[in-house]
């Protein structure tokens, strides 16, 4: 087209848009002031020709340049009615980019003058503050201020004049603003400091009014200059900032002149740095003239002066390190902002800002109040929906929507989604049904989509144009950018946002005089949503990039980043467009179908599950729920409900009511409960009404400083509605009386609270009563706390007579800011009551759970005796006490005495404490008085220095009374614990009171009747010598006592040797402990652990009792003298104060040195002391010439028994009494450094002794040639038992001597050598001569010694057992040395164990064999084993009958014929030959038929073996001649196919045979019926075992038709085969026939109840029935019960482990058990007793083992089973392993331990034991036990410790493999 065309039709195209445009011209000034947003074109609006003026308008969109009128273009082709040949014009000519764009000059039209622009635009840029201000007189200074004060009104009004723009409604549209809930931060409220929040009420006449007068009033002005809002997205936080704006041109806050707003979002769009006035006067709107002057009257009138910065946390430059000084001093935007809260720009004016939550820049100063911003309660959205809707019916179908979708409702209570919300249901109520909106609006995402659908034009093809609007958005949000130029959008893009309203503009500085037109998103959440849409919808982006956008975003990260990120809401609306709802409209916009779209939903879905199932922090946990929620997908919501940990903790960030809604939603779809924990989170409010009917909640907590009364009313409307809620938590906040009138209201509508927490609440007094009024109507509460509230001491005593009067209070603890109720449940109480078996079976207990027992805790709560006189009284209505303690409080003398004269006619169970309450020394008398009427104190602690005053007390008679009957029959057997016996001996401790020697007589006077065989403590006093020697006069006064502490008095040594004179003055006094450094001095009378305090260590038991002539035990009497130094003149004044005391008498000295001439002073005097029957020295020196001088006692003094020296630092001298009958002495001289010169001389010594049983001289330093001296010394001393010379440093040179010297020695029995690592030396005697054995183990002989061995072997005649371990003898040197061996006579029994008989074989041994000197009657070999046993016979004879049957079967070869022949001389007599795990070859199998062809032969072992298939034909050949044969065993043996051929030689014609072993013997139908038939003739078998052979019912069927012949059988093993039920009719129907039956084994063959009743039949017919093992059948209960009716008589062993038993059965087996008096062993493991294991009351006389393991054995069960096992005086061995057993059952079983004389083993493996237990258990084991371990690997024992404790007591074993126990030292 021509230039002149182009110009007509543009002037024609002119024509046309301006008389289309007049038709409308108020939607021309819309898009007017979109486009020009700060253009002033009032002047244009008031032309009296509208065409006139709608062409001056479009003038001005024209001069905006191409972008902006190409937009404008658009937006008049959509949104107004044109004709379709225009708008294809106007599109073709200007909608696009390279359309024509003439200036409307060209039209030919008149041209007018350029518009005016608005303020802060039409003028050009001046310099404000860049010359010196001109001089003006005051009156023009003033003139210009006010026009400029003015100007800034007009401003506002222009700008902010309530029209708030959003999507959906033009820009015109006035919507009237609704108040969000305000709740202060950080600063002090200015006004009512009462009420935690502002809420700002609606209802009132202008409720935002109030909240801002009180924000800003004069009150204020004391208050912080800088005030931050606080506020989530969507809050309206920025709506807020205009409102204020357009309140304040409205001339509402009168007290501000002038107000500034600026948005930190426009002011990082500047780039240079500013001045404040260029800040104040450039960028927000300059004066027409006079800047200077201005801006000094704003200095001068600063207080007058509000700005307020939108956005800080979008504020992009950190605050510089140096702050301007000055107003002309430049920097960046933010760097002025620290300048003007700091106060060093414009001091004195008020900075408001707002922010998201998160980090504050540090420019803030610290005193700067913080509101929060929160969204709409009920109330305000039911507000905001009213202003929206402009009629009545659209108002109420929207609010009654409202009501019935929380979901909606609670999205609502964000501003801005609450506007989308009206928007869409404006859109859809016409056309919906009533409740629909459930369906079509369900999540945030939805409400966006529908506002869209809602907002696009009917007919209108939108989808390039969602798609541009999402483009736009990403690449925006990606580059940090939310406002865009007119050339980042394209002009449909922008004409279609501008046409929806989805985009604002406004005009942006960037800088002095340079502005522009800026646009954006009416919401950043807008932008964020059509972000995830193009992410979603867009096929440029990969599925891998869309699910790396699915994050979540810490909102603790916010506090490190100096910028709020912008893609937080992302992944939200991501999750929201996953839904399926989405899918259609998804669909149609992309045109890809849902396939394609689901499969990016899909990706979406999952990346949500991987987080899902990750372990969360508190925030991200929020942010997963509001996606999950999006997403509508059940499974998904499931899986992140039970994702959740049981306890979810929330520390630190602002919490929503949205948010809570959201986890809420999640939390519906868990199955299990959970623990909310809130602490330190910036709560709504109205929060709490979210979680309103959340049934999952079982532990909810808040504790925040935030949390009001206001929270507190909503909290109190949810909490009846969590039907699970046990634990409520409400700490730190600043609840008053009207939000606890709310919560006192609604815990009565939670019946099932266990623990309410009220903590650090500021509570005053009747608030604190108000909440201990309801404690009745809470069922099973268990504990309140009211701690850190003020309460003050009448409200405590109020508090306590509510606990005296309440029946479930339990405790009351109040200390200081403490206040604790503990309480027992009405309900549960009742229930245990009618429900436990146990109450209902004993009385005692009944009355028990019957009472209520209170505990009382008041200390240092300044109680005077005023106060103590009330609380008496109040006590004085409690039944029962449990514990008093009144400590640290102000009583005084007189307050204690009454307090306790007041306890003794309380019922106190446990203790009452009076510490720290000023009492005297006088005022100790008048206590001590007051309770010598008390019968039930137990202990009596006062310590005057350490200010304690404790009494402790014993149950009282009647709870006793059960105790007592129990404890009659076990005080003779067991010591008892605290908890069983009454404490019937009181304990007074006086320690540490400053008495002296003047004190004793009035102290006397106030204990006699006090302490009644108690125990009475005076340590740390200053009595003296002249004290003690009072009080002892003064102790019969005091009455028979139990000990008495004299420690740290100051005595000296004579005044304790003097105390030793009340063992014949003083009855009671038995014990006399004195360590003299520590000034340690007690007196103790014969009182067992019962009377010591609960939690002690357990006591040292007394040695064992003596007897009188007339036959009454006498209680030994003792005197401990430690860490001392004794010389001879104390020593012997000690002997002779000792002489005058009664026996028997333990004397025990620990001196830090002993003199020569005092131990001989010392054994000088012991002939003297015939009463005395221990003497010890322990940790003393001792001479190297005292064993000597102890070893002459023997014959010195007669009446010593036994001498134990250990390493010249312990020596132990036991005597014997003079009516004991004279016994046997043992010497016990161990690392004493005897050497080869000391062997005689005590050997002469000992030798003066009639009879020596033991003597012990291991680690000494004897050597080979002290051995040879004490063997040649041997014959003559008189040892009787054993001699003991272990670690002497010997070789093999003293085991030869040992073997030449035992000829002479014919009284030696056993003698056994080991030169290993750990040598071991015994040497066993008889009285008379006997045989003997010798063990040499690990000697290392070699081939020069063979000779020397074996001749003296054959000299030791009585010697008939040799044992060779690990000697290194080859198998040359085995044959030489029994080649040597030669013997008269007699039996010799030879036993080698070396490492290479296991690779030898048979033929090799058997060579060692044939060259013996004498007749091999017994040969026994085992490969794996390492070893042969052979046993010889002298003198070698022959057999010729045996020979000429030999050679009948001999067919070896030629090559082995010599061999063979001497072998067979040589075994002419063999009667046993046992081979055990042997591979045997043919050639040996040939051997091994010659070896059973043999006469003599009664018994065969064939065990684990192998034979090679060649010589099973031989093995059954020899089998078949053994005609003699009386045992056989082939058990284990791998026989292959020939098997049957094997057996059916074995037995045939064995008519002899006893005993018969085929366990685990491939038994099947052939060889089975060749052993049924072999078994009708063998009528002498007494034993036979086939366990492990798959025999089934058929089997059981043909055996025990076969077992009808065997009437002699004793033994039948049939364990692990496959017999049940059926099987165990045929083996019951035989047993009757089987009368000598003595043993059955039945294990592990799945036998039921049917099965078992009818064998627990037949075993009550076996009269000779001693062992039964049935143990890993499911027999179940009836079993048991059948079993226990009818035990067999002779009961020995009883297996039932894992047999199914229940309770029933154990107890009722129990009872049958009890008493049977040949029952040794006993198993029950693997069943589930469930603590009810079986009761002993007559006891086991017999039993050796019980084991008990993995029977669910608890603690309860512990003291019962512990007194059972003190009734089976012969147990050794106790299994309890895998049980449930603790602290308490290691206390009982270390109660019985001492007593249990042949226990060895006690397994404890795998139980709940903690270091007390163990420790326990030590002591236990310390008291003289002679357990050689206690297993207690896997228990609750931390490994130092365990490793400490076993260091202490090396017999407790907590490693997984079982240590190995100790060999006993002695016979």
């Known amino acids: 087209m021509d230039p002149i065309s182009f110009q007509l039709d543009t002037k024609n ?145 222009q700008r902010y ?79 807020l900032t205009r409102w204020l704006c357009q309140r304040w041109a409205d001339g509402q806050l009168d007290r501000f002149q002038a107000l500034f707003l600026f948005e930190f979002r426009q002011l990082n769009l500047i780039t240079s740095v500013l001045t404040l006035p260029q800040l104040l006067f450039d960028v927000y709107l300059s004066p027409e003239v006079g800047s200077d002057a201005v801006f000094q009257y704003l200095e001068e009138n600063a207080s007058g002066v509000l700005l307020i910065f939108d956005g800080l946390e979008e504020a992009l430059h950190p605050c510089s390190g140096r702050d301007g000084t000055g107003p002309e001093d430049p920097g960046p935007a933010l760097a002025l902002f620290s300048g003007l809260c700091r106060g060093t720009l414009l001091p004195g004016c008020r900075i408001m800002a707002t922010s998201r939550p998160g980090k504050l820049p540090d420019c803030l100063p610290t005193e700067a109040a913080t509101i929060h911003m929160w969204g709409f309660d009920g109330p305000r959205v039911e507000e905001y929906v009213g202003h929206f809707f402009s009629t009545q019916p659209l108002q109420e179908a929207a609010l009654a929507e409202l009501r019935v979708n929380r979901r909606l409702r609670s999205m609502c209570a964000v501003p801005a989604l609450c506007r989308v919300t009206c928007l869409c249901l404006r859109h859809l109520l016409p056309g919906l049904s009533p409740g629909q909106s459930a369906a079509l609006l369900p999540t945030v995402t939805q409400n966006y989509v529908q506002m869209v659908l809602a907002l696009i034009p009917p007919g209108y093809r939108a989808t390039s144009s969602l798609m541009g609007l999402g483009e736009v958005a990403l690449e925006a949000l990606e580059t940090g950018k939310v406002i865009f130029s007119a050339k980042d959008i394209p002009p449909s893009v922008m004409a279609f946002g501008a046409a929806l309203g989805l985009l604002t503009s406004f005009c942006v500085c960037t800088g002095p005089g340079q502005q522009q037109i800026g646009y954006a998103f009416t919401h950043l959440s807008l932008q964020e949503f059509f972000a995830a849409l193009h992410l979603m919808v867009s096929p440029s982006v990969e599925k891998d990039a869309l699910a790396r956008h699915v994050t979540l975003n810490s909102r603790w990260v916010l506090r490190t980043k100096a910028r709020l990120g912008l893609l937080d809401h992302v992944p939200a609306f991501l999750a929201g467009l996953a839904s399926f709802a989405c899918r259609p409209f998804l669909s149609q916009l992309t045109q890809q179908g849902e396939a394609w779209v689901g499969s990016r939903q899909a990706e979406v879905i999952q990346a949500l599950k991987k987080l899902a199932t990750r372990r969360l922090t508190g925030p991200k946990v929020i942010e997963l729920c509001h996606c999950v929620g999006e997403t509508q997908e059940p ?204 109450l209902r ?83 100790m008398y008048g206590v001590l008085s007051a309770l010598s009427t008390c019968r039930t104190l137990a202990d009596l602690h006062i310590s ?215 131990l001989d002073t010392l054994l000088w005097h012991l002939p003297r002391l015939p009463q005395l029957s221990l003497l010890q020295l322990s940790q003393t020196p001792l001479p190297t010439w005292s064993p000597f001088l102890l070893a002459r006692l023997f014959g010195l003094c007669p009446q010593v028994q036994k001498v134990d020296l250990r390493s010249l630092h312990e020596v132990t001298l036991h005597f014997r009494s003079s009516s004991e009958q004279k016994g046997g002495c043992c010497g016990r001289f161990t690392d004493c450094g005897l050497s080869q010169d000391h062997v005689e001389t005590l050997c002469k010594l000992l030798g003066r002794c009639e009879d020596l049983s033991q003597l012990d001289l291991s680690a000494n330093q004897l050597g080979d040639d002290g051995l040879r001296c004490l063997l040649e010394w041997l014959p003559p001393l008189p040892i009787s038992g054993s001699l003991n010379l272990s670690g002497n440093s010997m070789s093999q040179e003293s085991a030869l001597c040992l073997m030449e010297t035992l000829p002479s020695c014919p009284r030696v029995r056993e003698a056994t050598m080991n030169l290993g690592l750990e040598q071991s030396f015994w040497i066993h005697f008889s009285r008379e001569q006997t045989e003997q054995t010798l063990r040499l183990t690990e000697c290392i002989f070699s081939p020069e010694h063979m000779t020397r061995l074996a001749a003296g072997l054959s000299q030791a005649w009585q010697l008939t057992e040799l044992e060779l371990v690990r000697c290194c003898l080859s198998l040359e040197d085995l044959a030489a ?82 061999l063979f022949r001497q072998l067979m001389d040589r075994c ?192 009550a017919l076996c009269k000779h029935l001693e062992e039964l093992m049935l143990g890993c059948n499911p027999l179940g209960d009836l079993t048991a019960l059948r079993l226990a009716r009818g035990l067999p008589q002779h009961l020995r062993v009883l297996h039932l482990q894992s047999s199914r038993l229940g309770p029933e059965g154990a107890l009722s087996l129990g009872q049958a058990l009890d008493g049977c008096p040949h029952l040794e062993e006993i198993s029950l493991a693997e069943n589930n007793l469930a603590g009810q294991v079986p009761h002993l009351c007559r006891g086991l006389p017999l039993l050796r083992q019980i084991d008990l393991g993995s029977c669910k054995i608890d603690n309860q069960a512990a003291k019962p089973l512990a007194t059972g096992f003190v009734l089976c005086p012969a147990l050794e061995e106790i299994l309890l392993s895998w049980n449930l057993l603790g602290d308490e059952a290691a206390a009982e079983l270390a109660r019985v331990l001492p007593r249990m004389d042949r226990l060895k083993r006690v397994d404890l493996e795998k139980n709940q034991i903690t270091a007390y237990g163990a420790g326990l258990l030590a002591e236990g084991l310390a008291q003289g036990s002679g357990i050689q371990v206690i297993r207690l690997w896997n228990n609750h024992i931390p490994p130092d410790v365990a490793q400490r404790l076993q260091s202490h007591e090396p017999r407790l074993d907590f490693a997984f493999f079982p240590n190995q126990p100790q060999a006993p030292r002695g016979p």
């Not at 004060?149 to 506002?156: D, G, H, K």
């Not at 009385?843 to 019957?850: D, F, G, K, L, P």
């Not at 000296?1052 to 006399?1072: E, G, I, N, P, Y």
């Not at 009378?1085 to 357990?1098: H, I, K, S, T, V």
């Open 841 to 923: 079976g004993n009385a005692s207990q009944s009355r028990e759970a019957q009472r209520r027992s209170l505990t009382l805790r008041l200390p240092e709560c300044q109680l005077t005796i005023y106060d103590v006189e009330i609380l008496i009284a109040q006590l004085r209505e409690c039944p029962y006490l449990d514990e008093v303690d009144l400590a640290g409080n102000q009583l005084e003398n007189e307050g204690c005495r009454r307090v306790a004269e007041a306890a003794s006619q309380w019922h106190i169970a446990r203790k009452l404490n009076l510490s720290d309450n000023g009492l005297s020394v006088a005022g």
């Open 13 to 157: 195209q002119w024509v046309c848009l301006v008389r289309l445009l007049s038709n409308d011209p108020e939607w021309l000034s819309a898009k007017v002031k979109f486009f020009l947003p700060n253009t002033d074109l009032g002047s244009r609006n008031e032309a009296p020709d509208p065409t006139k003026r709608v062409f001056l308008q479009l003038r001005e969109l024209h001069a905006q340049g191409p972008a902006t009128w190409q937009a404008f273009i658009h937006c008049v082709c959509m949104e107004l009615e044109v004709p379709l040949e225009l708008e294809v014009l106007l599109l073709s000519t200007w909608g696009h980019e390279g359309g024509g764009f003439p200036s409307p000059l060209e039209t030919g039209e008149e041209s007018e003058p350029e518009p005016q622009l608005s303020h802060g635009l039409k003028r050009p840029h001046q310099s404000c503050g860049s010359s010196p201000r001109p001089k003006q007189s005051r009156k023009q200074y003033l003139e210009l201020a006010k026009k400029y004060l003015q100007l800034l009104r007009t401003s506002a009004q």
């Open 1377 to 1458: 040395f029994l080649s040597l061996v030669q013997r008269p006579e007699g039996l010799l029994s030879l036993r080698v164990e070396e490492r290479w008989m296991g690779r030898a074989g048979l033929l090799a041994l058997s060579q060692v064999c044939a060259q013996a000197s004498g007749n091999v009657t017994e040969i026994s070999f085992s490969e794996t084993q390492q070893q042969l046993c052979i046993q010889l016979r002298f003198p070698r004879q022959e057999n010729p009958e045996a020979v000429a049957l030999r050679l009948a079967h001999c067919d070896l070869d030629t090559h082995h014929s010599p």
């Open 161 to 239: 004049d309530g029209k708030l723009p959003g999507p959906g409604q033009p820009t015109a549209f006035r919507q009237a603003y609704i108040p969000t809930i305000l709740q202060w931060g950080r600063a002090t409220a200015p006004f009512n400091p009462q009420e935690g929040a502002s809420m700002g009420s609606p209802r009132a006449e202008d409720g935002m009014d109030v909240s801002l007068q009180d924000l800003f009033n004069t009150r204020a002005d004391k208050g912080p200059r800088v005030t931050v809002l606080l506020g989530k997205a969507g809050m309206g936080k920025t709506t």
């Open 1468 to 1659: 002419t007599w063999l009667r046993r030959l046992s081979l055990s795990q042997v591979n045997i070859c043919t050639n040996g199998s040939r051997l091994l038929r010659s070896f059973l062809s043999l006469s003599e032969l009664r018994e065969f072992r064939l065990a684990s073996s192998r034979v090679s298939p060649e010589g099973q034909a031989y093995l059954a050949s020899g089998l078949s001649h053994c005609h003699q044969l009386e045992e056989l065993d082939l058990s284990n043996s791998q026989l292959g196919k020939e098997g049957s051929l094997v057996l059916k030689g074995a037995l045939e014609d064995k008519c002899w045979l006893k005993r018969l072993d085929l366990s685990h013997f491939p038994l099947d139908d052939s060889t089975l019926a060749v052993l049924a038939r072999a078994l009708s003739h063998t009528t002498l078998l007494q034993s036979l075992c086939l366990s492990r052979n798959d025999i089934g019912d058929t089997g059981c069927y043909h055996l025990s038709k076969a077992l009808r012949a065997a009437i002699r059988l004793e033994e039948l093993g049939l364990s692990h085969n496959q017999i049940g039920d059926t099987g165990a009719q045929h083996i019951a129907a035989i047993l009757p026939t089987l009368p000598e039956l003595r043993k059955i084994d039945l294990s592990a063959n799945g036998i039921g109840p049917t099965g078992g009743v009818q064998l627990v039949e037949s075993f």
């Open 635 to 838: 499974e998904l919501a499931s899986l992140t409900a039970s994702s959740l940990p049981y306890h979810l903790p929330f520390h630190n960030f602002l919490l929503t009511y949205t948010d809570l809604a959201a986890l809420t939603n999640i939390l519906e779809r868990r199955d299990t409960p959970i623990h909310l924990a809130f602490e330190g989170c910036p709560l709504e409010p109205c929060c709490p009404e979210a979680l309103a009917g959340c049934g999952q909640v079982e532990n909810l907590s808040f504790k925040s400083r935030r949390c009001g009364d206001a929270f507190a009313e909503a909290l109190s409307r949810s909490l009846p509605t969590m039907r699970s809620l046990k634990k409520l938590g409400l700490a730190g906040s600043k609840i008053t009386a009207r939000g606890i009138q709310h919560l006192v209201q609604a815990l009565p509508l939670c019946p099932h609270l266990e623990e309410i927490s009220f903590q650090d609440n500021q509570l005053k007094n009747q608030e604190v009563l108000k909440i201990v009024e309801v404690l009745p109507s809470l069922p099973w509460l268990r504990k309140l706390d009211l701690s850190q509230n003020n309460v003050s001491t009448s409200t405590l005593l109020c508090l306590t007579k509510a606990a005296v009067t309440c029946p479930t209070i339990r405790m009351l603890q109040a200390r200081k800011t403490d206040l604790i109720i503990l309480l027992s449940p009405l309900a549960e109480a009742a229930a245990e009551l009618h429900g436990s078996p146990d």
């Open 944 to 1158: 005057l220095k350490h200010k304690t005053v404790v009494l402790t007390f014993a149950p009282e008679l009647e709870e006793q009374e059960a105790t007592q009957e129990r404890a009659v029959f076990l005080d003779s057997l067991m010591l008892q614990m605290p908890s069983e016996l009454p404490q019937c001996s009181p304990r007074i401790r006086l320690a540490h009171c400053g008495l002296r020697a003047e004190h004793l007589e009035r102290l006397c006077a106030a204990l006699e009747g006090s302490c009644r065989r108690g125990h009475l403590d005076l340590s740390g006093n200053a009595l003296g010598d002249p004290g003690a020697a009072q009080l002892a006069r003064w102790l019969p006064r005091l009455g028979t006592l139990q000990s008495l502490n004299l420690s740290e008095n100051g005595l000296s040594l004579d005044t304790v040797f003097s105390l030793a004179q009340c063992f014949s003055t003083v009855r009671w006094v038995l014990h006399l402990d004195v360590s003299f450094d520590s000034q340690r001095v007690i007196l103790r009378g014969d009182r067992r652990a019962r009377d010591l305090p609960a939690g002690g260590p357990l006591p040292e038991f007394p040695a064992g009792a003596q007897t009188s002539g007339i036959g009454q035990p006498c209680t030994p009497r003792s005197f401990c003298l430690t860490e001392c130094q004794l010389e001879p003149l104390s020593l012997a004044n000690l002997c002779e104060t000792l002489e005058k005391c009664p026996g028997p008498l333990e004397v025990k000295l620990s001196c830090v040195a002993l003199s020569d001439q005092s």
